[in-house]
């Protein structure tokens, strides 16, 4: 009986060619937004922040509808929760507003805990609208705390935002204000917040919870007939997503430095956006919501002088995109490209296949 002891063993890989250089790109391209505020002007930083902060709640918000399935339009409550963590610890508890970010974090955490409780018993659109119902009881909600301004809402001590961490050496090696090394060192942190989110989604669907994940969206009742423990991964998804989303939402209102109850439980500026973003970039995908962000900001920037023309505009674009890409404009490079630069599908390499 004749074997052969040189056929190579098969191998399991994820990576392509596209994905090795993109990924030398991205590190020259971090490298590069670090330093930007060595040469841009505040604008471009604040901009920037706009474009980062964003970019986080968009593959937050992928990650629970587009790999989860669970489509929340109470993303909101989260951003919400998150802020007023972050002002409850300044405020009421004497912390410093960078460290008090985390805070944000943990507090959509704790909220996300007893909505799911509820929203889980809920299917397609009725958990959609029960999350949003959630949200507009923590609106409400808030709007009674008066420690925190209540309806009206407060500001930042001065004192806390002209004290906050590194922004006196930030001010002395950029020769700028107070108020401008606030917007760098923000900056700063969003973009940190950004790469981490990206690299650790990334990391998540390479994994074999990934690749449960992406079976229990598909079929859940098939997942859990080849041990995929559904309910396990929902929880795992649902309370990762409100805490990076709690994390950027208290960031966020760190730069603005002002809060409210309407504006801090927006469902336009924190959910609707945000679903504009993944669906015309590219829902399921890592790439959709980085393309799906540039286009929404150019959009703004081009309509944001054109009142209730601006939203009809962004919805009219949403529709067309849907009806002639229904996987968004990255769906659509791909299908004419091939070009994956987050590639999560595993392919058999080595043994037989090639020989």
Known sequence: MRTDTHTPPFVVSTHTRASQIAAVLAVALVAVLIFLPFFAGRGLIQDMFFILT?????????????????????????????????FGGVILAGMDPIPAILLGGLAAVIVAIPTAFFAFRLQGPYFAIGTWVIAEV???????????????????????????????????????????????????????????????????????????????????????????????????????????TGLAGALIYVQKARISPDAAFSVTDWTAYV????????????????????????????????????LFTLGIIGIVVMLVAPRGLWGLITDKTGIQLFPVRRRLSGGALDT
């Open 138 to 244: 923590m609106r409400l909600s808030m709007a009674q705390v008066k420690a925190l301004g209540g309806g009206t809402g407060t500001s930042l001590p001065r004192s806390a935002t002209r004290e906050m961490w590194a922004t006196d050496w930030i001010a002395t090696v950029f020769d700028v204000r107070n108020s401008a090394a606030r917007d760098i060192l923000t900056y700063w942190l969003a973009l940190a917040l950004a790469a981490a989110t990206i690299a650790a989604i990334y990391a998540l669907l390479r994994s074999k919870p990934g690749l449960a994940l992406s079976a229990v969206r598909d079929n859940p009742e098939a997942a859990k007939s080849v041990g995929v423990d559904a309910g396990r991964m929902k929880w795992f998804v649902f309370l990762t997503s409100a805490f990076g």
């Open 275 to 310: 679903l504009f973003i993944v669906i015309i970039g590219g829902i399921g995908t890592i790439e959709g919501p980085i393309i799906g962000v540039i286009v929404f900001f150019l959009l703004q920037s081009l309509l944001a002088d054109y009142g209730s023309w601006y």
């Open 54 to 86: 964003m970019l986080v709640l968009a593959q937050f918000w992928n990650l629970l509808a587009g790999y989860g399935g669970m489509v929340s339009i109470g993303q909101q409550a989260f951003v919400g929760m998150g802020a007023y963590a972050m």
